[in-house]
């Protein structure tokens, strides 16, 4: 499941005190759904030391999140919409916990996207529980009956939503790749390797948006990604259209997300056999993501995969020589990609699921 809501919920904006019996009996605290348009520096800039806080005393080693970061993950998503539903807990009028809710529109309409980070030094009083209570509630609104979530192993928010109900939909593991720490001798001969295999394909470079006049032949190539395992996740493949490709890509340039593409092309027939797409953060120096890379079932076998994550990465030697860290996740069931992510030599940096409760 891609992106994020088409829109925000029509109860609109504003402060809420959760009802009797869903929230702490602590009148220092305060609950209030917030419009995600209207975040303030100061705000975001409290969210951000919350959700880096909450790693750090989890033992995550995560991206450190930025105010500018995480109020254009809010205002924008995947689909250039805001969160459909925002909320924000106070001690004092101190912000010490969020949460969020993405509806899908374009596919899995029958689910919603949920996040919700807790302060440690408030954690365990039941503010989490609160917080969910009102993700709930707001999906059954919107007639949504799967919530869906993402979590690292053995943390409070693993231990808190297993114990709320939610089943393990999927087990999944973040690999981190270092720059500055590759062989770049072994990756130039995985990539030569590779496209002496694939003689009759090219790869193309593309910076930036793709040209209007190509997005009805790239819809493929996202569509690709359906082939990677969903395990027990209760989800219908996405749907993908020019629409909602040009959508992602201008919430990616809102974010300040700068997208690099390398594109595999059958030389004879002109058809786009694959891509591989890298988000570099302008937000947060050093930081980029590895999106979908995918292969169009018909021309597979060719080690297109590993030639395209391999240029990739000598391609960003030239261009982004600045990058410390790239990070991706994989399905554990995922052998086949988490392979060629092992040749290019990730490690696992953190392991988590995908949750789901069936409202």
């Not at 993405?102 to 919603?112: K, V």
Request: net charge negative.
């Amino acid at each position: 499941m891609r992106g994020a809501g088409e829109g925000r919920d029509a109860e609109g904006a504003g402060a809420r005190v959760a009802e009797s019996g869903d929230w702490p009996k602590d009148d220092r605290m305060h609950l209030e759904r917030v419009d995600p348009l209207q975040l303030d520096h100061a705000t975001s800039e409290r969210l951000a030391e919350v959700m880096n806080d909450s790693a750090r005393a989890a033992g995550q080693s995560m991206a450190p999140m930025t105010a500018a970061s995480l109020a254009a993950q809010a205002r924008y998503t995947h689909d250039d919409r805001p969160f459909d539903a925002m909320w924000l807990a106070r001690e004092r009028g101190d912000v010490v916990a969020m949460a969020s809710i993405e509806f899908p529109r374009w596919d899995n309409q029958h689910l919603a996207m949920a996040f919700c980070t807790v302060a440690p030094e408030v954690q365990g009083r039941g503010i989490g529980t609160a917080l969910l209570a009102e993700q709930k509630r707001c999906c059954q609104a919107e007639r949504r009956s799967l919530l869906l979530t993402f979590c690292n192993r053995d943390t409070p928010g693993h231990r808190l939503l297993t114990e709320s109900g939610f089943e393990v939909g999927q087990a999944n593991a973040q690999r981190r790749l270092y720059p500055q720490r590759i062989d770049y001798g072994n990756l130039r001969s995985l990539a030569d390797d590779a496209s002496g295999r694939a003689a009759d394909y090219e790869i193309v470079r593309l910076d930036g948006p793709a040209p209007h006049e190509w997005l009805p032949a790239l819809v493929s190539l996202f569509e690709a990604i359906n082939d990677a395992p969903n395990d027990e996740i209760n989800a219908t493949p996405d749907i993908f259209s020019v629409e909602r490709i040009r959508q992602y890509e201008s919430a990616m340039a809102h974010r300040s997300q700068h997208l690099y593409r390398l594109m595999a092309r059958h030389k004879d027939s002109g058809e786009w056999a694959g891509h591989s797409i890298l988000c570099v953060d302008e937000l947060r120096p050093g930081v980029a993501m590895q999106e979908d890379t995918t292969v169009v079932p018909r021309h597979r076998g060719h080690r297109l995969g590993i030639w395209l994550k391999a240029a990739m990465l000598l391609w960003m030697r030239e261009l982004r020589r600045e990058l410390e860290t790239i990070d991706t996740w994989n399905a554990e069931s995922n052998a086949h990609m988490i392979a060629v992510n092992d040749e290019l030599g990730c490690v696992v940096n953190a392991r988590g699921f995908v949750l789901q409760l069936h409202l």
